[in-house]
C-alpha cells in the first residue's frame, strides 16, 4: 500500500493522488482548517481503514472500483470463513474512500447490498459478546490479590474503577491524576476521548463512595493506590518493573488483559471466557438486576442507544428474574 503523505506534519484521513493513499489533499487550507480536518477522524479508526484497503488491494482489487469487483470480493472473502461483522467493515472501508475520493460508491448499489444481505442470511449472525462478571466474581478476583504489593494494588484499583466505572479498558488505561475532581460523596472523573465519542466532547462519570467499612470501595482502593505510589500527576496506572519499581508510561490495554487473566487464574474463574469488557457488562447487568433504572445505568455507562444499552444486560442464570416466575392466582 501507498505510504501515507504528510504536508506540515498534520495527518488526515484520506487523499485523492493514489488509489492507496489517504491523505486529503490539504493545498490552500489554512493552518486551523488543517488542523480540524486532522481530528475529523478518530486515528484508530484511519488505522483501521488503512488496513481494510490494503487487505482488498492485496487481493487484487482495484481502486476505484466497480459495484461487480466489490461484490465479488466480499463474496471471496466469505468462503474464506470472514465474519460477517468483519465483511460489513470492509464494505464501509471501501464506501469511505470512494466517498473521500469524491467518486461515487458501489457498495451502496443494489448488488453490493444484496450480497451482504444474502452472507448475512446465510450465517449464524449471533454476535459473541464478552460474558458479563457479576460481583461475586469481582470480590473473588479481588479476594486472591496482594494488595501489599504494587502490582496488586494497582491491579485491584484497576479492576474496581472497571467494574464501577463501566469503563473500556480503553478508557480506563488513559486516566490521568487531573482528569478526577474529589467529591465529599466519591469522584467524578472526566472521559477526553471514548470508542463512541468521535468528536472530543467532554463526558464524565460519577463513582460513589462506599459505607465507611466497606472492603471493596473503589473510591478508597484509589486513594490507597495514589497514596502508595505517590502519584500527584499524569496518568494513574503506570507500567511497574519486576522488581516493584514503579515507571513513568502509563499501563496499555494489552497489559490490563494479561493482568486480568493472571488473577482470573488465581481466582480460579478462567474457564468462564471473562475479558476487560466483562467489567463494562458486569456492572450494567448487576445494576439492572438491582432494580437501577435505565437512565441510572446510562449515566454510568455512557450509552445513547437504547438497542446497544440493551445487548449489555446479560442475565448470568437464564432461570433469573424471569417473567414466568408465577404460578398462583
Known amino acids: 500500500m501507498t505510504v501515507i503523505r504528510r504536508r506540515r506534519a498534520v495527518a488526515a484521513p484520506f487523499s485523492r493522488p493514489e488509489p492507496g493513499d489517504l491523505t486529503v489533499n490539504q493545498e490552500g487550507l489554512t493552518r486551523e482548517a488543517r488542523r480540524l480536518l486532522a481530528q475529523s477522524v478518530a486515528p484508530n479508526t484511519v488505522r483501521a481503514m488503512r488496513a481494510d484497503i490494503r487487505v482488498y488491494q492485496q487481493a487484487g482489487g482495484p ?26 467493515r470492509y464494505a464501509n472501508s471501501l464506501h469511505m474512500w470512494h466517498r473521500y475520493m469524491n467518486l461515487p460508491s458501489p457498495v451502496k448499489t443494489m448488488a453490493v447490498r444484496s450480497v451482504l444481505r444474502g452472507i448475512k442470511k446465510s450465517r449464524d449472525m449471533r454476535q459473541a459478546s464478552s460474558p458479563a462478571l457479576r460481583l461475586k466474581e469481582l470480590h473473588q478476583m479481588l479476594d486472591v490479590m496482594d494488595q501489599e504489593t504494587l502490582h496488586g494494588l494497582r491491579d485491584s484499583t484497576m479492576f474496581l474503577l472497571s467494574f464501577y466505572g463501566a469503563f473500556r479498558r480503553s478508557e ?58 505517590s502519584i500527584t500527576k499524569g496518568a494513574i496506572f503506570r507500567r511497574i518493573s519486576s522488581n516493584g519499581r514503579l515507571g513513568a508510561g502509563r499501563l496499555t490495554a494489552q497489559t490490563l488483559y494479561t493482568r486480568m487473566r493472571k488473577a482470573l487464574k488465581e481466582a480460579g474463574l478462567t474457564s468462564q471466557g471473562y475479558t476487560p469488557h466483562s467489567f ?50
Open 63 to 88: 481502486l476505484p472500483a466497480t459495484e461487480t469487483d466489490i461484490a465479488n470480493y466480499l463474496s471471496a472473502q466469505n468462503s474464506l470463513g470472514k465474519k460477517p461483522a468483519t465483511l460489513e
Open 172 to 229: 480506563i488505561v488513559v486516566i490521568g491524576y487531573e482528569d478526577i475532581e474529589w467529591r465529599p460523596e466519591g469522584i467524578i472523573i472526566t472521559l477526553h476521548h471514548s470508542k463512541t465519542n468521535r468528536s472530543g466532547r467532554i463526558e464524565t462519570k460519577s463513582l460513589m463512595r462506599a459505607p465507611a467499612g466497606s472492603e471493596y470501595c473503589p473510591v478508597a482502593m484509589l486513594e490507597q493506590w495514589l497514596a502508595t505510589s
Open 280 to 329: 463494562r457488562a458486569g456492572f450494567i447487568t448487576e445494576a439492572h438486576l438491582r432494580g437501577k433504572s435505565d437512565v441510572q445505568i446510562k449515566r454510568v455507562s455512557g450509552h445513547r442507544d437504547q438497542r446497544t444499552f440493551e445487548r449489555y444486560i446479560r442475565i448470568a442464570d437464564a432461570f433469573e428474574d424471569n417473567a414466568g416466575d408465577f404460578f398462583s392466582i
